[in-house]
């Protein structure tokens, strides 16, 4: 069974940086391409940014410019840094391989709340 732990969430204020972490076992973690994902109550969760196994990252849009992701495939951890941040931004975050669906294996995520 696939586990992820997320970490590094917390209240920041708009314009701060947080970093989350994400742990991941019993996974083939160096060939997967690996996403932090995000979601609010009532909305669906959708893909923040992604990486693959040779390190190539994408973004959506709305987090360009202010997210990076990043990997250490020895540690097998995926890391978000999160720059910039805005109110919109608040929901909690959660890490997956990159093709996950709602009916694989999720972690506990971790909360990010911006605010003044």
């Known amino acids: 069974q696939v586990q992820f732990v997320e970490s590094g969430g917390g209240l920041v204020q708009p314009g701060g940086s947080l970093e989350l972490s994400c742990v991941v076992s019993?996974?083939?973690?160096?060939?997967?391409?690996m996403a932090w994902y995000r979601q609010t109550p009532g909305k669906q969760r959708e893909l923040v940014a992604g990486i693959t196994s040779s390190g190539s990252a994408n973004y959506a849009d709305s987090v360009k410019d202010r997210f990076t992701i990043s990997r250490d495939n020895a540690k097998k951890m995926v890391y978000l840094q999160m720059s910039s941040l805005k109110p919109e931004d608040t929901a909690a975050y959660y890490c997956?391989?990159?093709?996950?669906?709602?009916?694989?294996?999720w972690g506990q995520g971790t909360q990010v709340t911006v605010s003044s």
């Open positions: 019993r996974v083939f973690f160096s060939i997967q391409s």
């Open positions: 997956n391989t990159a093709r996950a669906t709602m009916s694989d294996q």
